[in-house]
């Protein structure tokens, strides 16, 4: 079942749609925007959740029919539109919504319609929809599902309300990783460092075995990079090369020496993203800070020239350098 209060964070968002609710005063269409993993279908299934209970309030009570059909996938009035293939095109916008709006309701007073990855609808098909939009049915909601605003026609855009929902704190999903997912305070902060304020990427990451051991043999080989000789140290140039489309090795290389750096300037353990790694970081914290920030420089400038496609192998070699000081 969903549930608002279960929603962490964009407190505004939920606060808007349940004032919504509450007051009566529902829009026939929303524009949830967000990044992959952002939480969009599930404010979206909630708030239709919420809009078919029979008991009316600003969350779903969870014992009625509609709410029982909800959850078990099969709500009579619910319609999901997803692309079939890498866009949404006029037919499928056509016989999908367009034809299907036009019959009432089965048994409940609204009709909603989620569409995922609504940016994919080609420019025909946002403009076949806009009719739609314009002169919608009383009983329709259309939820559009996407990534980016800038997609979408203008006529289109000025149909919808549109709700922007932001990267969350590190710390909101840390505390949902520790509720929800039984991990320590440690683990959570350092995966949720890494989430990118986004609850589903952490979920995705926890699941991520390649990850894990991604992480564990880079901050292995960073914390000897010092003990080991420049030869060594380049060789491992190569043995990355296994991370060459996974660009979150850096992230992990970047986030040490960010935390190297605060361990040795401000000596505040709160302060640490890698909680999990604190004694790490106080053993290792040995170098200037001039030198530590200079080297989590070296990490973003490496990150840039790989986006523009320089070769893998010689920007981590030169990285690789810095990194151990040579
Ligand atoms: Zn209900």
Redesign the pocket.
Known sequence: MYQFSNIYGNALLVHHLQHAIQQKRISHAYLLLGDDGSGKKLLAHTFAQTLF???GGTE?????K??HAYDAGAHPDLILVRPEKKSLGVEEIRTKIIDDVAIKPYRYSYKIYIIEQADTMTPAAQNALLKTLEEPPSYAVFLLLAKQQAAFLETVLSRCISLHLHPLPAQIVASYLQEKKSLSSEQAASYAAYAQGSIGQALTLLEDEAFLQMRQDVLAKLQRIQNTSLAEVLLWAKEWEIYQNDFRFLDVIALWYRDLLFAKRLHDDTLLIQQDLQAALYAHATEDAAVLAHKAIAVQQARTQLTQNANFRLTIEVLLMELKGE
Do not use: F, H, T
């Open positions: 209970c029979e008991q779903p009570c969870g014992i009625c509609s709410c």
